[in-house]
């Protein structure tokens, strides 16, 4: 079976990870910063950008996999995935120019929507199929 949605959210997220820890080194040779932020401000918001990422990627990606195996593609997975990819690209940008930054907020306003509407839809298919 294919999964269409879920692995281009997927693939898109791996990306945005792979630009986000490439970001955090980048700042640790540009500040000579081996382990943890070395108090430098800039790395430790990156750093955090790129762990708050790796925390929520893996259980939306598992949340949309699953309803997509119960429901199939459709518009409101794409839409759910979208709104996740954006909702985590505001996050990261929002973050990385300021603490509380505006998009920052957003953002993580958005991945805890789109947290809350993947598993209330995905227990909605599941219990639907009893």
């Given at each position: ?7 281009a959210c997927a693939?898109?997220?791996?990306l945005?990870?792979l ?7 980048l700042?640790?040779m540009?500040h000579?910063?081996?382990?943890g932020?070395?108090g ?19 259980i939306?990606?598992l949340?949309?996999?699953?309803y997509?195996?119960?429901a199939?593609?459709n518009v ?8 996740f990819v ?9 973050f990385?120019?300021?603490?509380l930054h ?10 805890y ?5 993947a ?12």
């Amino acid at each position: 079976m294919q999964i269409p949605v879920t692995a281009a959210c997927a693939a898109i997220c791996g990306l945005l990870i792979l630009i986000l820890a490439f970001r955090v080194s980048l700042l640790r040779m540009r500040h000579r910063v081996a382990i943890g932020d070395g108090g430098v401000e800039a790395l430790a918001r990156a750093i955090r950008v790129h762990a708050n990422t790796i925390e929520f990627v893996p259980i939306f990606l598992l949340l949309s996999l699953c309803y997509e195996l119960y429901a199939g593609a459709n518009v409101v997975l794409i839409g759910l995935d979208a709104v996740f990819v954006a909702a985590r690209i505001a996050f990261a940008v929002g973050f990385s120019l300021a603490p509380l930054h505006p998009l920052r907020r957003v953002g993580a306003g958005l991945s805890y929507l789109t947290l809350l509407l993947a598993s209330t839809l995905l227990l909605a298919a599941v219990v639907t199929t009893f």
